[in-house]
């Protein structure tokens, strides 16, 4: 499907198709997931039910980010995931530091799911 775009091409876009993926994967989860129990009667903001989403919608986000960018690139697909994983966990890496310092407890507990979809690429 991709081979019709061409190679230089899809080295320009590999990086910003993998950050609109990965976002366009968390912004899809989230509202779907929040839609979905406010239909049934419950509610998106108790406890357990923020904890879920804000843990499925990061690590859906992560594991996006990683598999889309290394799809679209050309060639070394392999290098390139594990290039993404290690760029996304040192950028993840930033935002957990910043979560830790303004002691926001949300972004800390997404930021680890991050961590874990980003990781979730990889094959032993």
């Given at each position: 499907?991709?081979?019709?775009?061409?190679?230089?091409?899809?080295?320009?876009?590999?990086?910003?198709?993998?950050i609109?993926?990965?976002?366009?994967?968390?912004?899809?989860?989230?509202?779907?997931?929040?839609?979905?129990?406010?239909?049934?009667?419950?509610?998106?903001?108790?406890?357990?039910?923020?904890?879920?989403?804000?843990?499925?919608?990061?690590?859906?986000?992560?594991y996006?980010?990683?598999?889309?960018?290394?799809?679209?690139?050309?060639?070394?697909?392999?290098?390139?995931?594990?290039?993404?994983?290690?760029?996304?966990?040192?950028?993840?890496?930033?935002?957990l530091?910043?979560?830790?310092?303004?002691?926001?407890?949300?972004?800390?507990?997404?930021?680890?799911?991050?961590?874990?979809?980003?990781?979730?690429?990889?094959?032993?």
């Open positions: 499907m991709l081979d019709c775009i061409p190679h230089a091409l899809r080295w320009i876009g590999f990086l910003p198709a993998a609109i993926a990965a976002w366009v994967a968390w912004f899809g989860l989230n509202l779907a997931n929040r839609v979905t129990m406010t239909l049934a009667g419950v509610s998106p903001e108790s406890l357990l039910m923020r904890a879920y989403i804000e843990a499925i919608s990061g690590a859906v986000l992560g996006a980010f990683a598999y889309v960018g290394s799809r679209i690139a050309p060639t070394h697909q392999h290098r390139v995931l594990v290039v993404l994983v290690v760029c996304g966990l040192l950028f993840d890496g930033v935002l530091a910043f979560a830790l310092m303004a002691t926001d407890y949300w972004s800390i507990w997404s930021a680890v799911w991050v961590a874990m979809g980003l990781a979730g690429t990889l094959k032993p």
